[in-house]
Nanobody, 129 residues
């Protein structure tokens, strides 16, 4: 079965940067949809960024221009480069995986789809002012 392990979280000052990694182990087919979600205490889990098999990506409005999602298929690793971190970005970040292409809305990978087949355990990100 597919397992996901996140790393790279930590504490930074407002305006700082972090890069999260998610290593995918187990069988993965040629098609996949992967995403980063986050959940702060008292809030619902929300999608931050999603990337399709062909590399097309979509971002939540709150992170556009600051976060970049990417993947290295040779290393079976998903990344989230986070720049210009704000206190409101503080949350536990999770990677998610589906063994098929992303659900598309208006031609872009969906940010509202949440029924991913596999989830990681998460990594904590804290940005302080």
């Amino acid at each position: 079965q597919v397992n996901l392990v996140e790393s790279g979280g930590g504490s930074v000052q407002s305006g700082g940067s972090l890069r999260l990694s998610c290593v995918v182990s187990g069988y993965t087919g040629s098609s996949s949809c992967m995403a980063w979600f986050r959940q702060a205490p008292g809030n619902e889990r929300e999608a931050v960024a999603v990337i399709d098999s062909d590399g097309s990506a979509n971002y939540a409005d709150s992170v556009k221009g600051r976060f970049i999602i990417s993947k290295d298929n040779a290393k079976n690793t998903l990344y989230l480069q986070m720049n210009g971190l704000k206190p409101e970005d503080s949350a536990r970040y999770y990677c998610a995986y589906d063994p098929w292409g992303c659900t598309l809305i208006n031609g872009s990978p969906s940010l509202v789809y949440v029924a991913y087949a596999r989830w990681g355990q998460g990594t904590q990100v804290t940005a302080s002012s």
